[in-house]
């Protein structure tokens, strides 16, 4: 299994980027995909999660209006949209595979993130002002 993230770099102050996540070694249609990143010295945080066979989508309050999940089934890839970025959304930002119980559990209650099984090796965001 590998999710590869790309799409990462450097942006000013309500620049926008599109992160790109490519799944595979696992069936894309049964799995949930999830969002997270890391700030410097800060605990992981979910972001966002697809459950393309359940047609759910999930964006944290954090991300909210400014920040947009989607898929590409076609190409196995899941993307994640950040328009009007801050200098507070510079992180490394990971996609994770797992059942839709693990992503939905780990985004959305900001618990048990050790039961994820399958992350990529994340994309460094910085922001500046």
């Known amino acids: 299994v590998q999710l590869v993230e790309s799409g990462g770099g450097l942006v000013q102050t309500g620049g926008s980027l599109r992160l790109s996540c490519v799944v595979s070694?696992?069936?894309?249609?049964?799995?949930?995909i999830g969002w997270f990143r890391q700030a410097p010295g800060k605990e992981r945080e979910g972001i966002s999660y697809?459950?393309?066979?359940?047609?759910?989508?999930y964006i944290s309050d954090s991300a909210k209006g400014r920040f947009t999940g989607s898929s590409d089934n076609a190409q196995n890839t899941v993307y994640l949209t950040m328009n009007n970025l801050k200098p507070g959304d510079t992180s490394v930002y990971y996609c994770a595979a797992d059942t839709p119980v693990v992503i939905v559990t780990v985004v959305m209650l900001g618990r048990e993130i050790d039961r994820v099984e399958f992350w990529g090796k994340g994309a460094l965001v910085t922001v500046s002002s």
């Open positions: 697809i459950i393309k066979r359940a047609g759910d989508r």
């Open positions: 070694g696992l069936p894309f249609e049964s799995y949930a």
